[in-house]
């Protein structure tokens, strides 16, 4: 055995100790895993309390690696119950070797332990998937009786490595630790590279046997509840990404140790792929004859892409990261992320067009890709940059019915990864300002004498809240009409008739037109009506208070909200009281409402504005004064009289 092999086992021995030290049973038969042995602060706020969590990593060569893992979790109550199944993911680039359960009682004596029957092997393909080699391997734990407490061991390994194992200790909201260590062993002729987030310990640091081996610890972590606009947990649980310099993954060797040698990697990947046959390349070059500009046949060719294909995963192998080839795509009509890009690029350069395909982190919350980190951890997905002289477009090449060079909230406004000629180089996606944001309503309200009102009521999304009803494009006239009873708050309503229009462009607008009748929507109290002035964007609760609140305050959206609203009331009756205007800002927005008068018609006219930051944990307290007074202004009744009715 070698000198380090026996240290390090010598090490893991003596951690391992050290963790289950007090298992020894005690007279009252409790264990370590008793729940009485969890520090009261702990409890608070908690669903879940991990009791110990530690992870080996060993990476063996620039694609061999190994993992080995055991933890306990102690589930509280059943809002927990995710948390005590096990699942593990696998493919042929990754094994997994041995799993080991055991489940406990409240008092940390053994209830049961898993049998090999027990672990279920299912096809973790997806229903969007055509080729994909994932497999899971999950437990599901049954357990009524709260608390008990679930350990797992598990060891894993792989053969193929572009991300190494990330720690993400914590693994969400009201989760406590008492303490979780990351042991990476790493030779000294690979390297790695880490990044730490949300937390200051750095690692410690020993070398034996031409590696180093860096060790993290993290103890006693208090639960933190979700926060009204808080963060994603992401962005203040502790975590360290691990990330390799050289790797090999599917026979395919690369170096991640700066973004540009990476995107040269996968730019590598793609050589060759984007040639077209003849027939197609004529085909492309005959639908944007008539075009007046290149803006013009991106939009020509990117509308044929819809039209076209359809979006199915391929993730087999290097298939992963590798396109198919795009006359494959033509010829199928269908391609994944990575294949549908790859395609929309080989059209536009058979019309002259350079573009780029970029990697990207999707979704609202995802992390972004770190400029100073090179790491796909951050990856699931690829789109299309097209940088013309004036501008850039980006395309989502996998959506049939997306507004061209629309990126929205999926991946708007953060980091990609380009696959240039040079190299990989990060770029920043479209940011939507306030000013494009928009949602603009104009209606017009008749108030009969019994407080009954008929409306018709436009309104235009525009931007980011295009996405407000972008959903409504999709689905029929049945499906339509349900969903606007579901989202308007209005008592006693009867949609009449209503109709949908969109203008798909960079920056998309749709227009919402709706005729509606409210049964008593104004009160009447003798000769007064009492009309409430805000009839749809009324903001009726403040967002929640939050004692000693932990984490930002984020909005994650800039937006303004226009309403003009006409009522038009008998002519007989006279304004008793004409609401007086409101105005105020903040830093989170401002608000103005004002109320007039011309005839029988009162006009109310409410804009809101909200920016688009991130605010300390502090501040949250002055945001809920801002929306007391949104509340309060929303509140305007106009008050009527009538002193001869007919």
Known sequence: MKKYTFLLFVNIMLFTFSIFAKNTPTPSGDSNYSIYN??????????????????????????????TRKYAITILNNNADSYAQFKEYYDNFTKIKSIKGVIYDKNGKVIKKIKKKEINDVSAVSNISLIEDTRMKYIEVLQNNYPFTIEFEFKKEFSGMLSYPRWIPVGGYKMALEQS????????????RYMVKNFSNEPEITSEDNSKIYTWTVENFQAIDSEPYGPNYRNFLPMVYVSPNEFEYDGYSGNMESWKSFGKWLKDLEEGRDELKKETVQKVNELVAGADNDEEKVKIIYEHLQSKTRYISIQLGIGGWQPFKAEEVDKN????????????????????????????????????????FPSMGFANHQILCVPL??????????????????????????????????????????????????QNRVAKVNIDIKGNARANIVTKYRGLQYENVQGQF?????????????????????????????????????????????????????????????????NKRTPPKVKNRKTEVVINMAFIDTDEIIY???????????????????????????????????????????????????????LLKFYKKIVKADKMKLVILGEDRP
């Open 38 to 67: 969890i520090p009261a602060e702990l409890l608070k706020d908690a669903n879940a309390v991990v009791r110990m969590d530690y992870t080996f990593f060993e990476l063996k060569s620039k694609k061999n690696g190994t993992l």
């Open 181 to 192: 260590t990351y042991i990476a062993k790493i030779p000294n002729d690979l390297g790695m």
């Open 568 to 622: 038009e009331v008998p002519s007989y009756f006279e304004v008793e009281h004409l609401p007086k205007s409101a105005s105020f800002e903040s830093d989170f927005g401002s608000y103005a409402a004002t109320v007039s008068k011309e005839g029988n018609q009162i006009t109310y006219v409410r804009t809101l504005k909200f920016n688009k930051n991130t605010y300390p944990a502090e501040r949250y307290d002055d």
């Open 474 to 538: 999709r689905r029929n006239e049945k499906e339509q009409k349900e969903e606007l009873f579901e989202n308007l708050d209005i008592p006693n309503m009867e949609i009449e008739n209503f109709k949908y229009s969109q203008v798909k462009d960079r920056i998309p607008e749709a227009t919402e037109e709706i005729n509606l009748e409210i049964k008593n929507y104004a009160s009447v109290s003798g000769k007064r009506i009492f009309i409430p002035l805000n009839i749809l964007n009324k």
């Open 333 to 372: 009509g269908y391609g994944d992320c990575k294949a549908l890009s790859n395609y929309t690029h080989a059209m536009l350069k058979a019309v002259g067009i350079k573009s780029y395909n970029a990697s990207i982190g999707a979704g609202r919350g995802h992390p972004s890709f770190d400029s100073d």
């Open 389 to 438: 002289e004036n501008d850039t477009i980006w395309l989502e090449c996998t959506s049939q019915d997306s507004p061209f060079g629309f990126m929205g909230t999926f991946t708007d406004d953060r980091n990609a990864l380009l696959y240039t000629d040079e190299g990989g180089k990060i770029v920043r996606t479209t940011r939507y300002p306030q000013e494009v944001n928009t």
